[in-house]
């Protein structure tokens, strides 16, 4: 059974830093995407960052582009997202999602955490 655990979510000011983890297990994921999605209350659920399976490609949206980097440790089936000069539009649910894709689309992703809340104060 695939089990994403994410952490790392909390409550920090405009302009700090926040790094989410996402573990992975029941499977090898070698042949999977890792990605990040975030969902703000009252808007449409956002790809933030995807870590391809195919080699060291990565995807960040141009909303977070520049402030946040995506990256996977492959043996440990882990991914992570390091977040630097949040914003309070930041705020959202971060989801980790796993799936045998390279798009960058919700719902080619099988697999999802259960979330982690990540707020912004301004």
């Known amino acids: 059974q695939v089990q994403l655990v994410e952490s790392g979510g909390g409550l920090v000011q405009a302009g700090d830093s926040l790094r989410l983890s996402c573990a992975a297990s029941g499977r090898s994921f070698s042949t999977y995407s890792m990605g990040w999605l975030r969902r703000a209350p009252g808007k449409e659920r956002e790809f933030v960052a995807a870590s391809f399976w195919s080699g060291d490609s990565t995807y960040i949206a141009d909303s977070v582009k520049g402030r946040f980097t995506i990256s996977r440790d492959a043996a440990k089936d882990t991914v992570c997202l390091q977040m630097n000069s949040l914003k309070p539009e930041d705020t959202a649910v971060y989801y980790c999602?796993?799936?045998?894709?390279?798009?960058?689309?919700?719902?080619?992703?099988?697999?999802w955490g259960q979330g982690t809340q990540v707020t912004v104060s301004s």
């Open positions: 999602a796993v799936g045998r894709t390279a798009r960058v689309r919700a719902g080619a992703y099988e697999h």
